[in-house]
């Protein structure tokens, strides 16, 4: 196994220079968005809205850095929530087999923190009635209100490993503003995800009925908050490993 995972960076070296395989990626991806693709997938039977293969990244990235805290920008449906839910659940389980322990797995020191500016009546039922609810916090209102800000940062203060997710609005300015506001609750080592930068490699017309669109985007907003924000850097070697990903320049790792 360790010659497995050593191996890996000289493959992603190599598929970085292989246009055989990125062009035709872009292009699944630009195809695939059209045709709302993530639409298709749930976790646990909740609508996720994410690609496989940016659901395994964060498998990945989760079990990696062991979070105490994953807190999330953008709800919908709760499947993501769901998801990083069962990755701590799944934690718990191989903390207390490790030590020998049991355990209550309705209980757990680890959550999941969502925000969202609406979160729909039927969602929330179907979230409440969900076994992974126990791990699960939701606040309602926007994610760059002031006070919304002030209760996120207040929650995430007795928690010492924090991943951050940001998948609300997608215009430029508003997740600007979330990067502002909560890329500082990242843990050194940890990463703030921003996802659907896909949005600045689609076509011009592509989000006719959307206020965001390219130049107007997660992309941009990641390009500008970098420029003053040294303490991250972008991982290219997750989305060039996945190659079919919507968060190209999204995966920021704090390095300091």
Same mark, same amino acid.
């Given at each position: 196994m360790?010659?497995?995972k050593?191996?890996?960076?000289?493959?992603?070296?190599e598929?970085?220079?292989? /246009?055989?395989?990125? @062009?035709?990626g872009l292009d699944f991806?630009?195809a695939?968005?059209?045709?709302?693709?993530s639409?298709?997938?749930?976790?646990?039977?909740r609508p996720?809205?994410?690609y496989?293969?940016?659901?395994?990244?964060?498998?990945?990235?989760?079990?990696?850095?062991?979070p105490?805290?994953?807190?999330e920008?953008g709800?919908?449906?709760?499947?993501s929530?769901i998801?990083?839910?069962?990755?701590?659940?799944?934690?718990?389980m191989?903390?207390?087999?490790?030590?020998?322990?049991?355990?209550?797995?309705?209980?757990?020191?680890?959550?999941?923190?969502?925000?969202?500016?609406?979160?729909?009546?039927?969602?929330?039922a179907?979230?409440?009635?969900?076994?992974?609810?126990s791990?699960?916090?939701?606040?309602?209102?926007?994610?760059?209100?002031?006070?919304?800000i002030?209760?996120v940062?207040?929650?995430?203060k007795?928690?010492n490993?924090?991943?951050?997710c940001?998948?609300s609005?997608?215009?430029?300015d508003h997740?600007r503003?979330?990067?502002?506001?909560?890329?500082?609750?990242?843990?050194?080592?940890s990463?703030?995800?921003v996802f659907d930068?896909?949005?600045?490699?689609?076509a011009?017309d592509?989000?006719?009925?959307?206020?965001?669109? @390219?130049?107007?985007?997660p @992309?941009?907003?990641?390009? /500008?908050?970098l420029?003053?924000?040294p303490?991250f850097e972008?991982d290219?070697?997750?989305?060039d490993k996945?190659?079919?990903t919507?968060a190209?320049d999204?995966?920021?790792?704090?390095?300091s």
């Open positions: 360790s010659d497995f050593s191996d890996i960076p000289k493959r992603i070296a598929m970085r220079g292989n /246009d055989a395989l990125t @062009k035709p991806l630009r695939s968005a059209v045709a709302e693709y639409y298709n997938y749930h976790w646990m039977d996720i809205i994410q496989p293969q940016d659901i395994v990244a964060m498998q990945e990235l989760i079990w990696e850095i062991k105490d805290l994953i807190v920008m709800i919908a449906h709760g499947g929530l998801f990083s839910a069962s990755m701590l659940a799944m934690m718990d191989v903390d207390a087999i490790e030590a020998g322990s049991t355990m209550d797995p309705a209980k757990s020191a680890r959550k999941v923190l969502g925000v969202d500016v609406d979160i729909r009546a039927h969602n929330r179907a979230m409440d009635a969900h076994p992974m609810r791990r699960i916090e939701m606040i309602e209102g926007s994610s760059i209100d002031d006070a919304i002030q209760q940062h207040d929650f995430a007795d928690y490993r924090i991943l951050v940001l998948d609005n997608h215009t430029h997740v503003a979330e990067l502002e506001a909560y890329a500082p609750l990242t843990s050194v080592g990463y703030c995800v930068t896909l949005i600045e490699d689609m011009e592509a989000y006719p009925n959307r206020p965001w669109g @390219k130049g107007d985007n @992309k941009t907003a990641v390009w /500008d908050y420029k003053t924000h303490e972008i290219k070697d997750i989305p996945l190659q079919i919507v190209h999204g995966f920021l790792k704090r390095v």
